[in-house]
C-alpha cells in the first residue's frame, strides 16, 4: 500500500497535547497550538458557571483547584478525577472530552482538516488494553476527530518511526540494528524494543519484538521532587502539616517542583518561589544534583523493566534462530546483562522527561556500545505526535501483541472471548521469572474472562475466529495461500486451552484433547478501506472451518 499523502498527528498527553501535520515530502511539523508554546496544557478546571475550563486558562486558577494527569486515570481504570484541594472533581470522560473538544478547536482555526478520512492518527500508550483504547477513540471521534482502531498507534512506536525517518532523510540507514525506544512521559513509562532495516527508497523493516510500561514517570519525579522541597523548607523550620489549608498548600509546592524540574533541563540550579500569599513560605535554591538524588530511585526501576524487555524481546521471531539456551526466560535469565546490553545498537529517548540530562546520563552508563540519540529543544515532546504525522504506511510495522480478538463463535450459544486485543501476554516483570512467556487462556495472569470456560457445551464444535476492533473477521491464510476466516474446534470433556507465545505460535487443545497450532510470521497493522485483513500462516497444522470434523489431515 503507499505511503499517504497527508496525516495527522494527535498526542493526548498527561501534561501536553500536541498535533503535527505532515506531507508527503519533508518531515511532520507540530503545529502550534499554544498561547505561547506549542501544546495545549492537559489540564482542566470549574470555571464560574461550572463548565470546564482547560488549558492556558486553567493555569489562572488556584493550583489547588487544577485537575491534573486525567490521562492517568484512564490507565488506572478511574471514573472520576479531582484537583488537589478536592474543591472540583469531574468524571473523567469530561474531562478528557473538554480538553479534546478544545483541541478540535484549535486544529480547525489552524486549518487542518481533523475529519477527512484515514487522515488523523492517534497515540496511546503501550501498555493500554483495548478498553482503554476504546475509551480514548469513542471520546475523540465525539470531539470530531475522524479516528478509528486502524489509525491508533502505541505512542513508543510513532516516536520510534519519526527518528527512523529522520535517519533515513539524512540518508543514515539501519541494517538490523536493535533499537530501544525509551519513552518517558508524564505518566506512563513506555520500552519498546524494534530491530529496523532501511535503505534508499524503500519502506523501512521494522520488527517490535517487545514493548512494556509502567505508570511511572514525570508526574512520580514531581511528586519526589515536590516532597524534597517540603523537606526542604521543614528545614527552615516551617511545618506544612502545621499550617491551615495543607492541601492547597501542597498543590503549590507540587507546582513550583513541576516548574523546577523543568528549569534544570537547561540550567544548573533555579530558584524556587512557591507564589502562596496566606503563609510565608520561604524562597528555595535547587539544584540539577538535588534533582538527580529523587531521579535515581526511579531510573533504577525504569532500568528493571528495560531490562526485562530486553529479555523478553529474544522470544519472538527470531526465537527458532537462538540458541537453545537462549530459547526460554531460564536460559536468558542466566544470559549476563553485558551481553544483553551488547545487543542494543541504538537508544532514543523521547517524552518530557527525557528533557533531563539524567536521564540520558544515566541510560548512557548503562548502555555504554548503544548509541543514545537526545532530541534538543522541544522535540522530545513533540516526538510522539510528528511520528504519528509522518506520512508513512504503518502496515509496514509489525505488531507484537495483535490487535485482534480471539473469539469462539458457537452455533445457538453467545460467543466466547478468549483473548481480547492488546492484552498483554504477561506482566512485564516476569520475563525474568516465568519458566515460558505466553498468554494463556482459561489459567494465565493476563486471561481474558477466564470463568466463560463454564459456558463452553460438553458437545459440539465452534469456530475459532479472529476479528479486528471494528468487528470485521480477518482470514488466516496458508502457504498455500488458501484462506480460511476460522478453525474448527470440537468440544469433549476436558477443558479447552488456548496459548498465543510471543514469536507468533498460536495452539488450540480442544475438548477432545487434540491440538491445532499454527505460527503468524507478524501480525499486521490494522487499517480500513484497503481490502480484507489477513494474517499469514506458516508452520500450520491446522483444520479450516469448511472441512469436515473428522478430516483432520
Not at 478544545?102 to 487522515?119: C, F, Q, S, T, Y
Not at 480514548?136 to 482502531?149: C, D, N
Not at 521494522?206 to 519526589?224: K, P, Q, T
Not at 509522518?390 to 460467543?415: K, M, T
Request: proline share 5%; aromatic share 6%; glycine share 8%.
Amino acid at each position: 500500500m503507499a505511503s499517504p499523502s497527508y496525516s495527522i498527528g494527535m498526542d493526548f498527553g498527561t501534561s501536553t497535547t500536541l498535533i503535527a501535520e505532515g506531507h508527503a515530502v519533508g518531515s511532520a511539523t507540530v503545529v502550534p497550538i499554544g498561547w505561547t508554546q506549542p501544546w495545549l496544557a492537559s489540564i482542566a478546571t470549574a470555571g464560574p458557571d461550572t463548565d470546564l475550563v482547560v488549558g492556558e486558562a486553567a493555569e489562572a486558577f488556584s493550583p489547588g483547584s487544577v485537575i491534573r494527569s486525567v490521562k492517568r486515570a484512564i490507565t488506572r481504570g478511574h471514573d472520576y478525577v479531582s484537583s488537589p484541594d478536592g474543591t472540583v472533581t469531574a468524571k473523567t470522560d469530561d474531562v478528557v472530552s473538554a480538553i479534546l473538544l478544545e483541541l478540535a478547536r484549535r486544529a480547525r482555526d489552524n486549518g487542518l482538516d481533523i475529519g477527512a478520512d484515514g487522515a488523523v492518527r492517534l497515540g496511546c500508550p503501550a501498555m493500554w488494553d483495548a478498553d482503554r483504547r476504546h475509551k480514548l477513540l469513542s471520546l475523540a471521534q465525539a470531539a470530531g476527530f475522524a479516528v478509528g482502531a486502524s489509525t491508533l498507534i502505541d505512542e513508543p512506536i510513532a516516536a520510534g518511526l519519526m527518528w527512523i525517518n529522520e535517519m533515513q532523510r539524512q540518508r543514515s540507514f539501519l541494517d538490523n540494528d536493535r533499537v530501544l525506544i525509551f519513552d518517558m512521559g508524564g505518566g506512563t513509562l513506555d520500552v519498546a524494543i524494534l530491530d529496523v532495516t532501511t535503505g534508499p527508497g524503500r519502506d523501512p523493516e521494522i520488527y517490535v519484538l517487545a514493548s512494556n510500561g509502567v505508570d511511572e514517570a514525570g508526574d512520580r519525579l514531581d511528586e519526589e521532587v515536590a516532597q524534597d522541597l517540603e523537606r526542604l523548607l521543614n528545614d527552615q523550620g516551617v511545618d506544612l502539616s502545621a499550617l491551615p489549608n495543607v492541601a492547597l498548600i501542597r498543590a503549590y509546592v507540587g507546582r513550583a517542583a513541576t516548574e523546577a524540574k523543568i528549569a534544570l533541563t537547561s540550567t544548573d540550579s533555579t530558584d524556587v518561589h512557591f507564589g502562596y500569599r496566606d503563609a510565608q513560605l520561604p524562597d528555595l535554591v535547587y539544584t540539577v544534583g538535588q534533582l538527580n538524588d529523587c531521579l535515581r530511585p526511579q531510573m533504577d526501576r525504569a532500568w528493571n523493566l528495560v531490562e526485562s524487555t530486553l529479555r523478553a524481546a529474544m522470544l519472538t521471531h527470531e526465537r527458532r534462530f537462538a540458541r537453545k539456551d537462549l530459547r526460554t526466560t531460564d536460559g536468558l535469565r542466566r544470559l549476563p546483562v553485558e551481553e544483553l546490553i551488547e545487543t542494543v545498537d541504538h537508544a532514543v529517548l523521547v517524552g518530557g522527561m527525557s528533557r533531563l540530562p539524567g536521564v540520558a546520563h544515566f541510560l548512557m552508563e548503562r548502555l555504554p556500545s548503544a548509541r543514545v540519540h537526545v532530541f534538543s529543544g522541544d522535540a522530545p515532546q513533540e516526538a510522539i505526535a510528528a511520528g504519528l504525522a509522518e506520512p508513512v504506511s504503518y502496515e509496514q510495522v509489525n505488531l507484537h501483541l495483535p490487535g485482534f480478538d480471539f473469539v469462539l463463535d458457537i452455533p445457538g450459544r453467545a460467543p466466547v472471548t478468549l483473548y481480547r486485543a492488546h492484552t498483554p501476554f504477561y506482566r512485564w516483570w516476569e520475563a525474568q521469572s516465568r519458566h515460558q512467556l505466553s498468554y494463556t487462556w482459561p489459567d494465565g495472569n493476563t486471561a481474558h474472562e477466564p470463568s466463560a470456560v463454564r459456558e463452553l457445551p460438553e458437545a459440539g464444535f465452534a469456530t475459532l475466529r479472529v476479528v479486528a476492533l471494528d468487528g470485521s473477521v480477518v482470514a488466516m491464510r496458508g502457504a498455500n495461500d488458501v484462506e480460511t476466516d476460522g478453525l474448527r474446534i470440537n468440544f469433549g470433556f476436558n477443558q479447552p486451552r488456548f496459548t498465543l507465545a510471543p514469536d507468533g505460535t498460536m495452539t488450540f487443545v480442544d475438548g477432545r484433547g487434540h491440538d491445532q497450532k499454527l505460527r503468524i510470521e507478524r501480525w499486521p497493522a490494522l487499517r480500513s478501506g484497503h481490502g480484507k485483513l489477513s494474517v499469514r500462516v506458516e508452520e500450520s497444522r491446522w483444520v479450516p472451518d469448511n472441512r469436515r470434523s473428522w478430516d483432520t489431515k
